[in-house]
């Protein structure tokens, strides 16, 4: 007596599948829409913040003339440049209590009325 085998479908697209007994997809293509599709949620979150981080950084490093080992930006200039206050790589406190919010190696200091102090890090 022949038994009937229930008929597998392609988690992508919904075809049958024939082949082994393990297979989840009907080609490759399937396998790897299937599996983008997955991955693509949690890749968009950090592709963007990568994007946010760098933005930052370039416009930090912008805002600093070459040669100089500071430069006061005002609040509105950063924002009006696309900077976003939330994303930084690291924090620094100093001895005085004050923190620096770096992205890379270039960070900023909050100072009163909405300015700040633009600082690079010293190469190690």
């Known amino acids: 007596m022949l038994k009937q085998k229930d008929e597998k479908i392609c988690l992508s697209c919904g075809k ?3 082949g082994r007994s393990d297979k989840k997809f009907c080609d490759d293509y399937c396998r790897a829409a299937y599996n983008n599709d997955l991955k693509s949620a949690a890749n968009n979150f950090i592709r963007n913040v990568n994007n946010a981080l760098g933005k930052n950084r370039r416009i930090l490093e912008s805002l600093l003339p070459d ?4 430069a006061k930006a005002n609040r509105d200039k950063l ?3 696309g900077f976003q206050f939330r994303y930084h790589t690291y924090l620094y406190s100093t001895k005085n209590g004050n923190t620096y919010f770096y992205c890379y190696e270039y960070g900023y200091l909050p100072l009163e009325n909405n300015w700040y102090l633009i600082v ?3 190469e190690e």
Do not use: F, L
């Open 16 to 18: 049958a599948v024939k």
């Open 67 to 70: 040669g100089e080992a500071t």
């Open 79 to 81: 924002i009006e440049k």
């Open 120 to 122: 690079k890090k010293d």
